[in-house]
């Protein structure tokens, strides 16, 4: 169990070491087109703000999907025919236990 473990964390520093290595060889290979990427960065979006406007987007679809499933819900008035439902079972389970009181009291007066 041990050597497993020990494989495992001598894995993981590789996967690390190499992806460190890799991350600096494509950071020095990006740099040198830098002065053309500055020029469009003033006229495209950054990727921060297409992240924001996508997850505004996204938040707005959220919205509208919860707004038009209450709208439905309300449509075929669901909270009243549950509350319905919950006073029948309510008024069910009352009659059973007043059954059952009036059998323990007709066995206790026998």
């Known amino acids: 169990m041990a050597s497993y473990l020990s494989n495992m964390m001598r894995s993981s520093r590789s996967?690390?070491?190499l992806g460190l290595m890799v991350s600096c060889w494509l950071g020095g290979t990006v740099a040198a087109p830098s002065a053309?990427?500055?020029?469009?960065a003033d006229?495209?979006?950054?990727?921060?703000?297409r992240i924001?406007?996508?997850?505004v987007k996204v938040g707005n679809k959220i919205e509208q999907g919860f707004t038009k499933?209450?709208?439905?819900?309300?449509?075929?008035?669901?909270?009243?025919?549950i509350e319905r439902?919950?006073?029948k079972a309510a008024d069910k389970t009352a009659q059973g236990f007043k059954k059952a009181g009036d059998k323990i009291n007709k066995k206790l007066n026998d």
Request: glycine share 12%.
């Open 43 to 49: 006229k495209s979006p950054g990727v921060l703000e």
């Open 36 to 40: 053309s990427a500055e020029d469009r």
């Open 85 to 87: 439902k919950l006073k």
């Open 69 to 81: 499933a209450g709208r439905k819900l309300k449509e075929k008035k669901v909270g009243e025919k």
């Open 52 to 55: 924001g406007h996508t997850a």
């Open 15 to 17: 996967f690390l070491v």
